[in-house]
């Protein structure tokens, strides 16, 4: 027995030495951050890691310990490093196995770098700009923004939280899927498929996954993360057909040198088609939210005022103070929440003027990037657009815009992402007046989960107005 006492101090003796004589263990963080994770891992699990870290780096600074083996960062040098020019060494961890499509690697939840990049070699180009920007989808996208416009424009509250989700949904299918693509904004069984996809809560379930996966195949059925049977049984189904769109993702995706089994290209279509539901639908409702807040009517006056005096051949891209708009709730509720977790590499590396050893976690989250230094965003939780039409400073925003991430592995849909919210908001504020309904009073509270950051209670009503003369 005192055998086994004196072996029990030896190990926590280890242990302890071990935890304090790491490199991590100088940086700067709560104490218990030296010996434990549980902390960050409640707080992932009550839906709260984002703000949790975004204290802790007002409390020590811009690189913060969160973990004994993980470290978070909030500086333009770190960015560079982990995720840009300097990020070629830097493999997603474990948790990016979480977005496996019917349990197939897809290009998000690829780790290494070189794997990721094979599989976006076989698809960027349908991502790129000149194709998005075809008259093709373009006027897909516009034929969507008029629909949620007839949904909307009733004079009565509207809870826009529904129709933006489904003006998402129909808009991605289009572009993947085409002459495929989702009806949902009219259609009754394309409304239910996109209910599925949208009204879920299925972010502890999926950590269990994450953190227990010796465990996971005993888990109970009531432990199992959300399933989506109507949209698997849609994308298996759209994806074998034969003659698809010529500039449609699955089209690309079907190509002999894609080299992609049909299980293959599913699996991709499925990821994609979850991530533009939720990003772009929660992000179009904040915005509009904001918008329609009466402390926010100067801002959205103003749009009105850029929409309605700009040329009708004026393309979407040249109308600035759009543009400001949708950055300036792209910055203030970012779309993805979550942090972008990457291993350090072989040897460690020193980000921002600290040594990291190898196989440590780091991290930045665009939500801490976009507030932390007051001198670049001044009033860091005010929504203002029109700092991003300031000459004084717009180049350093534009720097610490982390939005989609940044570099390689930075989020493949964002183009699509812009356009479909800039033909929609074009849509809406050129001829109404938003405003918060009744039943709506106070502030959106924003819910943390793992892809996107969403209203809690996923509602969110407004009443649309037609401006004088419109």
């Not at 994770?37 to 949790?52: G, I, P, Q």
């Not at 009204?199 to 993360?225: E, I, T």
Request: a neutral charge.
């Amino acid at each position: 027995m005192l055998t086994l006492w004196c072996a029990g101090i030896f190990l926590f003796c280890i242990f302890f030495y071990q935890r304090l004589s790491s490199p991590v263990s100088n940086i700067p963080g709560p104490w218990y951050t030296k010996f434990t994770s549980l902390v960050v891992k409640y707080h992932e699990f009550s839906a709260r890691r984002r703000t949790f870290i975004h204290e802790l780096h007002k409390e020590y600074g811009p690189v913060v310990r969160i973990a004994p083996n993980e470290v978070s960062f909030a500086t333009l040098d770190a960015i560079r490093e982990i995720y840009a020019s300097g990020g070629s060494g830097y493999d997603k961890t474990e948790f990016y196995d979480l977005f496996r499509q019917f349990r197939i690697k897809t290009m998000f939840s690829t780790l290494d770098k070189q794997g990721h990049s094979e599989r976006k070699r076989q698809l960027a180009d349908r991502y790129a700009m000149s194709n998005i920007m075809r008259e093709h989808h373009m006027s897909a996208i516009r034929d969507n923004a008029k629909s949620f416009v007839s949904k909307c424009a009733t004079g009565l509250s509207v809870d826009v939280y529904v129709y933006l989700h489904c003006y998402a949904l129909d808009c991605v299918t289009n572009f993947m899927f085409s002459p495929r693509g989702l009806k949902s904004l009219n259609d009754e069984e394309d409304f239910d498929l996109m209910a599925e996809m949208t009204y879920h809560n299925s972010l502890q379930k999926v950590l269990l996954h994450y953190y227990l996966p010796q465990l996971a195949p005993y888990f109970p059925s009531w432990l199992l993360p959300r399933r989506a049977p109507k949209a698997n049984e849609y994308v298996h189904r759209v994806t074998a057909e034969d003659d698809p769109e010529e500039y449609s993702l699955v089209a690309r995706l079907r190509r002999k040198d894609a080299s992609l089994s049909l299980s293959q290209v599913a699996a991709e279509c499925k990821d994609h088609m979850a991530a533009g539901i939720d990003t772009t639908g929660d992000g179009l409702c904040f915005l509009m939210w904001e918008l329609s807040r009466p402390h926010n009517f100067q801002f959205q006056d103003r749009l009105y005022e850029d929409l309605r005096s700009a040329p009708e051949d004026t393309p979407i891209e040249r109308l600035p103070y759009l543009d400001a708009v949708i950055k300036e709730a792209l910055r203030c509720a970012p779309p993805i929440p979550m942090s972008f977790p990457r291993y350090v590499p072989s040897g460690g590396r020193t980000i921002d003027g600290k040594f990291i050893p190898e196989r440590t976690i780091v991290s930045c989250q665009p939500y801490t990037v976009h507030r932390l230094d007051e001198k670049i965003f001044p009033e860091p939780d005010r929504f203002n657009p029109d700092r991003w039409v300031e000459e004084e400073g717009f180049n350093e925003r534009n720097r610490l815009f982390f939005a989609f991430s940044t570099g390689g592995r930075g989020c493949t849909g964002r183009n699509l992402a812009t356009v479909e919210m800039k033909i929609l908001l074009q849509e809406v504020y050129s001829r109404f007046r938003t405003t918060v309904a009744p039943d709506m009073k106070g502030s959106m509270e924003i819910d943390d989960q793992i892809i996107a950051s969403r209203p809690k209670g996923q509602t969110c009503k407004l009443i649309f107005t037609p401006r004088v003369g419109t």
